[in-house]
């Protein structure tokens, strides 16, 4: 896709992916007072010190995947979150799930990608703990790793709206994640993207 081409769009992306989710886990941390959720081996016993954002960014300057593992990593943690609802993205597995998904997302889209034991060391995990998150992560997904074009594309598509149009989303806006997981700032699921495109297809 040449869009993903624009050299100012994979830092405005990785800012806003990361401003999403730190709202995400934020509000979270609030609900898992009020909410029983399981904990996961992405699960840390503390926060990481390092913030999402730098996390991103480390991921985006060394992992050396295409832009688009970006976009696909961003579907599997909407299918994770939606598929494990009792274990919601919060301060403490986002960046474990972030590592996993890249990892998972290149070597599902890219030619050339590097082993686990190089994906834990910028991930600041042992490899080991880097099996282990890639396993689980397959097994949450259901191993429904393939992406359909127009399921890429309408989420490429909202995020660059997204992008373009509006700043970060807020608190408030995040908030609604507690329920319906990341799903809520698309507003659709891929089922009906998949179901509105074949209709446009016809017409």
Known sequence: MAELENPSLMPNLITYLSCLLQKVAESNDVNCRFQPQKVSVFHGLTRPTISIQSYLDRIYKYANCS???????????????????????????????????????????????????????????????????????????????????????????????????????????????????????LCFNEEESSHQNQQQLAV
């Open 67 to 185: 832009p688009s593992c970006f976009i696909v990593a961003y579907i599997y943690l909407d299918r994770f979150a939606k598929k494990k609802p009792t274990l919601p993205i919060n301060s403490f597995n986002v960046h474990r799930l972030l590592i996993t998904s890249v990892m998972v997302a290149a070597k599902f889209m890219d030619d050339i990608y590097y082993n686990n034991a190089y994906y834990a060391k910028v991930g600041g995990i042992s490899t080991i703990e880097m099996n282990y998150l890639e396993m689980d992560f397959l097994f949450g997904l259901g191993f429904h790793l393939n992406v359909a074009p127009n399921t890429f594309y309408t989420y490429f598509t909202y995020l660059q709206r997204e992008i373009m149009l509006q700043p970060p989303p807020s608190i408030a806006e995040s908030s609604l994640s507690l329920d319906r997981s990341l799903k809520v700032h």
